[in-house]
């Protein structure tokens, strides 16, 4: 019996020598520890050993049973601690490795070049004001001095936003320019003072909406950055100083510009701004058709009529208004050849800026 005690004990031991994980020593536990484990059938078994023997006997089985549980402690320890320095191995948090980097955003070119013909007019105490894009008739063409059926309508093909039948002689539509703008201004700068309406002095940037036929050069959706001034002796020599001023604090302080006579229902006299081609200097290039003159935008006089409609007595008052297009002037720097690009959302297009 005490020879079979020490192999049950050997036994044991050899076994857990070969245990390599918490599973496998829970397994083991069970088989040389458990109540059905040949050591506890050693205890179960004593009423057959001769009485004379028990005392030898129960004390070896003892002594077996607690060498197993210390040996079994042992393991269980020894297990735990291989297992902390193999998690302190692999989860080691390498802190010299480089952050993953966030990809950054930027501004979309057109943004930037608003922004810049933001702060050219801000500098001169332009103030910023933010009008609409869905519009009636009456402000988009009526009061801007466009009656119904006039021909300059024919430029500006417009998006409607009601059916046909619902139109009626004041349709709703997307904006086709930002002039409106400039009688929602005048016509709220007048109501603080109707007697003396006080001197406006504006740029309006926004988005514009036309029924195009989309091409490199004509897209559907554009924006526009309208300018306008109005007050006392306002002169046609205070809009050429003021945009040529703007054209050297935005295209270099050497730009020369020019004024073309031009033709909008809302401004008389008229005028088309040109300035020297920014690219060859003025010598001609592909840019600005060998002419040496680029034209950035359109301005003129606020007709009379405008100046009535927006609140303003054009007896007392005169004013000059201006209108550009942010896309053709991107384009112009950056020779970017298909206004389509601007919308198209492609990644490798706006990247580049
Ligand atoms: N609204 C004009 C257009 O979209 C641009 C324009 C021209 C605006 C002359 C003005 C201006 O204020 O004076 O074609």
Same mark, same amino acid.
């Given at each position: 019996? !005490?020879?079979?005690?020490?192999?049950?004990? #050997?036994?044991?031991?050899?076994?857990?020598?070969?245990?390599?994980?918490?599973?496998?020593?829970?397994?083991?536990?069970?088989?040389?520890?458990?109540?059905?484990? &040949?050591?506890?059938?050693?205890? %179960?078994?004593?009423?057959?050993?001769? %009485?004379?023997?028990?005392?030898?006997?129960?004390?070896?089985?003892?002594?077996?049973?607690?060498?197993?549980?210390?040996?079994?402690?042992? %393991?269980?320890?020894?297990?735990?601690? &291989? &297992?902390?320095? @193999?998690?302190?191995?692999?989860?080691?948090?390498?802190?010299?490795? =480089?952050?993953?980097?966030? /990809?950054?955003?930027?501004?979309?070119?057109?943004?930037?070049?608003?922004?810049?013909?933001? @702060?050219?007019?801000? +500098?001169?105490?332009?103030?910023?004001?933010?009008?609409?894009?869905?519009?009636?008739?009456?402000?988009?063409?009526?009061? !801007?001095?466009?009656?119904?059926?006039? =021909?300059? @309508? +024919?430029?500006?093909?417009? *998006?409607?936003?009601?059916? &046909?039948?619902?139109?009626?002689?004041? =349709?709703?539509? !997307?904006?086709?320019?930002?002039? /409106?703008? #400039?009688?929602?201004?005048?016509?709220?700068?007048?109501? +603080?003072?109707?007697?003396?309406?006080?001197?406006?002095?504006?740029?309006?940037?926004?988005?514009?909406?036309?029924?195009?036929?989309?091409?490199?050069?004509?897209?559907?959706?554009?924006?526009?950055?309208?300018?306008?001034?109005?007050?006392?002796?306002?002169?046609?020599?205070?809009?050429?100083?003021?945009?040529?001023? *703007?054209?050297?604090?935005?295209?270099? #302080?050497?730009? @020369?510009?020019?004024?073309?006579?031009?033709?909008?229902?809302?401004?008389? /006299?008229?005028?088309?701004?040109?300035? #020297?081609?920014?690219?060859?200097?003025?010598?001609?290039?592909?840019?600005?058709?060998?002419?040496?003159?680029?034209?950035? !935008?359109?301005?003129?006089?606020?007709?009379?009529?405008?100046?009535?409609?927006?609140?303003?007595?054009?007896?007392?008052?005169?004013?000059?208004?201006?209108?550009?297009?942010?896309?053709?002037?991107?384009?112009?720097?950056?020779?970017?050849?298909?206004?389509?690009?601007?919308?198209?959302?492609?990644?490798?297009?706006?990247?580049?800026?």
């Amino acid at each position: 019996m !005490l020879e079979k005690i020490k192999e049950i004990q #050997q036994a044991g031991l050899e076994a857990l020598a070969a245990v390599a994980s918490e599973e496998a020593l829970q397994g083991w536990k069970v088989t040389h520890l458990g109540r059905n484990s &040949a050591i506890m059938g050693v205890f %179960k078994n004593m009423g057959s050993v001769p %009485k004379e023997q028990r005392g030898e006997v129960g004390r070896a089985a003892n002594q077996a049973k607690q060498a197993l549980e210390a040996a079994f402690e042992e %393991k269980a320890a020894a297990l735990k601690e &291989a &297992a902390l320095q @193999r998690s302190l191995q692999e989860e080691r948090l390498d802190i010299t490795l =480089p952050g993953r980097a966030i /990809p950054r955003g930027r501004l979309h070119p057109v943004t930037q070049t608003l922004r810049e013909i933001t @702060r050219v007019f801000a +500098e001169m105490g332009f103030q910023v004001y933010r009008s609409r894009e869905v519009e009636t008739d009456e402000y988009n063409f009526q009061l !801007l001095n466009f009656p119904p059926h006039h =021909p300059a @309508r +024919e430029m500006q093909d417009s *998006f409607y936003v009601q059916s &046909a039948e619902a139109r009626g002689d004041n =349709p709703l539509l !997307l904006r086709t320019h930002t002039s /409106p703008g #400039q009688i929602h201004a005048m016509r709220q700068f007048a109501a +603080e003072n109707p007697e003396n309406p006080p001197p406006v002095r504006i740029i309006l940037p926004g988005m514009c909406y036309r029924y195009e036929q989309v091409s490199t050069r004509y897209e559907s959706q554009f924006t526009q950055v309208e300018g306008l001034a109005v007050g006392k002796d306002i002169t046609f020599s205070d809009l050429k100083g003021t945009l040529a001023d *703007f054209a050297r604090r935005m295209f270099g #302080q050497d730009v @020369r510009a020019r004024f073309r006579a031009s033709h909008f229902p809302f401004t008389e /006299p008229s005028a088309e701004m040109d300035i #020297q081609c920014f690219l060859c200097g003025g010598d001609g290039c592909q840019v600005c058709k060998r002419t040496g003159w680029l034209e950035i !935008l359109g301005c003129g006089m606020v007709h009379p009529n405008v100046l009535r409609n927006g609140g303003y007595d054009p007896e007392r008052y005169t004013g000059y208004a201006f209108g550009m297009g942010p896309e053709r002037i991107t384009m112009l720097r950056h020779h970017i050849e298909d206004i389509r690009y601007f919308w198209a959302n492609d990644l490798r297009f706006l990247e580049q800026f």
